[in-house]
């Protein structure tokens, strides 16, 4: 059973259109985190949820919303797609504080 | 962010220890020190992670400096797999808000 899934693994859409990425674990995690990977390879962090509240967002447009609508899941809807929005993204579930975290395979975004 | 210091690329062979150093000179006290791995076109993996204390498991070994000032994740014994880029993360605990912030990380390189 894979314990962080994401969905699709990859998405090639065109600028201006509208995609979202979904992620599910099946940890009982209660904290969950979508990152960024770009181009050169830097991983950052965009959102952090516990208990479905948001409580991280990394200064991330408004075109990024996360959604929770438990604690399994952690969705990513993002609009008005740009070119530098291509990236690899990573869904990762933790019990927070300290605990390791465990990520998903990944999202490859390509926006043409 | 804490902020950690490594070096960009090493290199070990099959079947050798390898020392992987991170500089952490503002730790602060109750900051965690985490080390994640991730191989190619893969997410990130928990490797370790410690406070003040050596620890040991499965996969490698982490050496804490006394002051922590610094540290070394120890694999005992290289593979192939093991080539990845590693991540020295400090992780500060806030209250629910903690947050993985990965640098740029080692590329280690395994030969055969």
């Known amino acids: 059973d894979t314990a962080v899934s994401q969905t699709p693994k990859y998405l090639v859409t065109q600028m201006g259109n509208d995609k979202s990425i979904k992620c599910e674990q099946n940890l009982g995690h209660d904290t969950m985190y979508w990152y960024k990977q770009d181009s050169k390879k830097f991983l950052k962090i965009m959102f952090s949820?516990?208990?479905?509240?948001?409580?991280i967002n990394e200064t991330v447009p408004n075109r990024f919303s996360p959604k929770s609508p438990d604690k399994a899941h952690l969705n990513l809807h993002i609009n008005s797609l740009e070119l530098g929005d291509s990236a690899v993204y990573f869904c990762a579930s933790s019990f927070g504080r300290t605990t390791e975290a465990f990520f998903g395979q990944g999202t490859r975004l390509t926006v043409v | 962010d804490a902020k950690t210091t490594q070096p960009n690329s090493m290199e070990s062979n099959e079947e050798e220890p390898v020392h992987l150093p991170c500089n952490h000179s503002t730790i602060s006290g109750t900051d965690y020190i985490h080390w994640y791995r991730q191989l190619p076109s893969q997410g990130p993996e928990y490797v370790i992670h410690g406070l003040t204390s050596n620890v040991n498991n499965r996969m490698a070994s982490l050496a804490i400096a006394e002051d922590r000032k610094s540290s070394t994740l120890i694999l005992h014994r290289a593979t192939l797999r093991d080539a990845a880029v590693y991540y020295c993360?400090?992780?500060?605990?806030?209250?629910?808000?903690?947050?993985?912030?990965f640098g740029k990380g080692t590329k280690l390189t395994v030969n055969p």
């Open positions: 993360i400090l992780l500060r605990t806030q209250g629910g808000s903690e947050k993985l912030v």
């Open positions: 949820y516990n208990n479905k509240e948001l409580i």
